[in-house]
């Protein structure tokens, strides 16, 4: 069979590709070099838990059509990210609010709280008398003190890059909001949710009758022959690889997770659990039932399955997850970007064909504004 498009990895890009052409009445197929379809929303199913096995996700987003969208496939439950810090065993709410202030302060009025971070502040700018910040140590201790430096930012900061917060540039640390108010809800955007069932159901949504191929490398099955099945290639895979590496090969950082079981319905009371001190190796623990498992339903699921992530360098063979966008990797993807805009029946879309970090919902945007 000819198809209209043959689109490389099914990740939201692609999938959510898939189904608007096939709204449209055109013949896609997708292949996919992972044996599960979904990109890096998959999910593992362990102890009837959903497990986010390439890394936490939770969908947020203020785009109502974009929001109308994915709850057109799949209805989305109420999760509300709320993260907790553990610093040595004392816990404080996560983003920054009345509620992490009143814990290490014992403060209760947002005067009482602004007073307290101001004269922190003012601490920080006193040293550093007039002159900008020259690292992120700096930028962090003016922008907040040096209380919430210490315990919340400075050695979480530290096992992300593998490296000393008074050794990372300045501009890593842009903004460090607070909120003057009790609200531990972690995003800003109007909506957000985690699929209901799991993100497979929406993927499966968007791929309904769709053909797929798992296990099925682009580069080795179909690299030279594509043009023979299909008029249009979407290529949602790592920019650089399209071209064989011919300009250099671009980096990544990545995480990687270590899951288990644990023979308790509630280890850890809440999704997400930074640890922001080097007492322990790993930055986060994640307990994936949370996402999707309230009340009652806790308890009546008897295991529970945690990932602790562990920041490190990229080596070849690991997965790409967040592109470095330092001056060097820019000007790389820039060059080969150069490249792309020659390639004129092929789209290059996504967070590894674009080289840049996006969250989920920029990039359903980004496809339904194709259409
Ligand atoms: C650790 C982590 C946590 C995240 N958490 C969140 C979050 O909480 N909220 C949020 O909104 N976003 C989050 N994101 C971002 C989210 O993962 C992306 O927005 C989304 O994955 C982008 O979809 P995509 O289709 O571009 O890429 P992907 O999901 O990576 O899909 C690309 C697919 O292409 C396939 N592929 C590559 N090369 C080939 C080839 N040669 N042949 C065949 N197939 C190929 C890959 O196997 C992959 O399945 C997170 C990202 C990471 C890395």
Known sequence: MRYDYLIVGSGLFGATFAFKAKQMGKRCLVIEKRPNLGGNVYCDTIEGIHVHKYGAHIFHTSNKEVWDFVNSIVEFNRYTNAPIANYKGELYNLPFNMNTFSQMWGVRTPEEAQKKIEEQKAEALLKLNGRAPSNLEEQALSLVGKDIFEKLIKEYTEKQWGRKCEDLPSFIIKRLPVRFVYDNNYFNDKYQGI?????????????????????????????????????????????????????????????????????????????????????????????????????????????????????????????????????????????????????????FGGRLAEYKYYDMAPVIEKVLGLF
């Open 195 to 347: 699929p209901v069932g799991g993100y497979n159901k929406l993927i499966e949504g968007l791929l309904k009758d769709v053909d797929c191929k798992t296990s099925c490398d682009f580069f080795t099955e179909y690299k030279d022959c594509w043009r023979d099945i299909a008029d249009r290639l979407v290529y949602t895979g790592p920019l650089d690889e399209y071209f064989g590496y011919q300009l250099g090969r671009l980096n990544w950082r990545t995480v990687f997770f270590k899951t288990r079981i644990e023979d308790t319905p509630n280890f850890q009371g809440n999704a997400v659990v930074n640890y922001t001190s080097h007492e322990q190796p790993y930055t986060r623990v994640i307990e994936h039932k949370h996402f999707e498992m309230f009340g009652q339903e806790v308890y009546n699921c008897p295991k529970t399955v945690i990932s602790e992530e562990y920041s490190t360098e990229y080596k070849q063979g690991m997965e790409p997850y967040y592109p470095v966008n330092d001056e060097s990797n820019n000007r790389l993807a820039e060059s080969y970007r150069e490249l792309a805009k020659q390639e004129a029946d092929v789209v």
